[in-house]
Structure formats: structure tokens, C-alpha cells
């Protein structure tokens, strides 16, 4: 982790610890990924947290479509590139919608972090507890 202490700031960091069972956010979660499997993985660790998916996403399209009828959202999970595009689109529309978000990504990305200050970055893989954290800071955000 000294290596990581170094190059990485704290909000980069990965996060491979398992459960997170002292986490229940009734929270209502848009996901927005590529990979299936992962998809599907993220799914079941939101459900295991005590939120619900409102929709999965698996391209830019398919989520700004879904964003456009204004769903009753609490956050967002948004991989950073769908089959090479950009998600910055549906994170400009969450933001201006009032939605916090996180985004998930294989890569540490300083750029999301300048472009989108305040905003929890989790580096995959990670694990429950991370995302449970990562919630609770959009949950106390939007109602603080």
C-alpha cells in the first residue's frame, strides 16, 4: 500500500474487501456498464446493500435515452467508457438533473477528478465496502 500511498490519491484507490453488511442505503441506482458480467456483479452487490436498480445501461445511448423521461434517482454508478465512448455526457445530465454519481473504472483517471470535483472514483475490481461507502457519500450529499 506504500507504493499506493505515493502515486494515488485516497479517492483513486482500489478497494478489493468483501461485504459491507452494516450498509443498508434503500438507495434507487442507475448503472450504466458494458461488461454484463459485470453489470451483473454490480447488481447483486447493490441488492445486497439495500438499493435498488432502476435500470442498467449498457451504452451512452441507451442511458441519456432513459434519463430523459427524469426517473426518481438517488445515484448513479457509471462505468467510464462504453465500447470506446465517453460516459461525460450522462454524468453532465446527472449533474444537471441534481443526481450524484460515482464512477467506476480498470483505470486510475485524474482527469475525471479535475472535471468533476467532489465525485467518488472506484477503481475495479472493488469490493462492497467500497461501494458502501461510496453510496453513503452520495446519500449524505443529496441530503445533507
Request: proline fraction near 6%; include cysteine; glycine fraction near 6%.
Amino acid at each position: 500500500m506504500a507504493y499506493l500511498d505515493t502515486v494515488m490519491p485516497e479517492r483513486l484507490r482500489p478497494d478489493t474487501g468483501g461485504s459491507s453488511k452494516a450498509c443498508e442505503l434503500p438507495l434507487r441506482v442507475l448503472v450504466v456498464e458494458d461488461e454484463t458480467v459485470v453489470a451483473i456483479w454490480l447488481e447483486d452487490m447493490l441488492e445486497e446493500l439495500g438499493c435498488t436498480t432502476q435500470y442498467v445501461a449498457a451504452s451512452v445511448t441507451q442511458a441519456l435515452d432513459w434519463l430523459k423521461h427524469r426517473p426518481a434517482l438517488d445515484a448513479a454508478v457509471l462505468d467510464v467508457k462504453l465500447f470506446g465512448a465517453s460516459i461525460y455526457p450522462v454524468a453532465n445530465m446527472l449533474q444537471a438533473q441534481g443526481v450524484p454519481f460515482i464512477f467506476s473504472t480498470a483505470y486510475a483517471h485524474a482527469e475525471l477528478l479535475e472535471r468533476y470535483p467532489g465525485t467518488r472514483v472506484l477503481i475495479k475490481p472493488y469490493g462492497q465496502s467500497a461501494l458502501c461507502a461510496a453510496l453513503a457519500e452520495c446519500h449524505r450529499g443529496r441530503y445533507a
